[in-house]
């Protein structure tokens, strides 16, 4: 059975950049489209950024201008490059993967998630 390990998040001034990384133990077909998505207490869970496997990506507003979401389907990895990262950016963020864009926000196929603290 598929499951994802996400790291790379922790603690970095406004301004600053991460580079948040997901592990899929297997690409199969569950893996076609793979995405981020972030969560603050309190909150639901929101997207941020969504690949399929060619690599053409997809942003909302929560990832637009500053994120950058790649895959290296070789080494079975997804990425998110975040820069000039605000406070608001602080989350709990994950990702995700399914057979299509549209089921991803439903996936059962979640990682742990990793979190990101941006301080002032």
């Known amino acids: 059975q598929e499951h994802l390990v996400e790291s790379g998040g922790g603690s970095v001034q406004s301004g600053g950049s991460l580079v948040l990384s997901c592990v899929a133990s297997?690409?199969?077909?569950?893996?076609?489209?793979m995405g981020w998505f972030r969560q603050t207490p309190g909150n639901e869970r929101e997207a941020v950024a969504a690949?399929?496997?060619?690599?053409?990506?997809s942003y909302v507003d929560a990832g637009k201008g500053r994120f950058t979401i790649s895959r290296e389907n070789a080494k079975k990895t997804l990425y998110l490059q975040m820069n000039s990262l605000k406070p608001e950016k602080t989350a709990m963020y994950y990702c995700?993967?399914?057979?299509?864009?549209?089921?991803?926000?439903?996936?059962?196929?979640w990682g742990q998630g990793t979190p990101v603290t941006v301080y002032s």
């Open positions: 297997e690409f199969t077909y569950r893996t076609a489209y």
């Open positions: 995700a993967a399914d057979t299509t864009l549209r089921k991803l926000p439903s996936t059962s196929l």
């Open positions: 690949i399929d496997g060619d690599g053409r990506a």
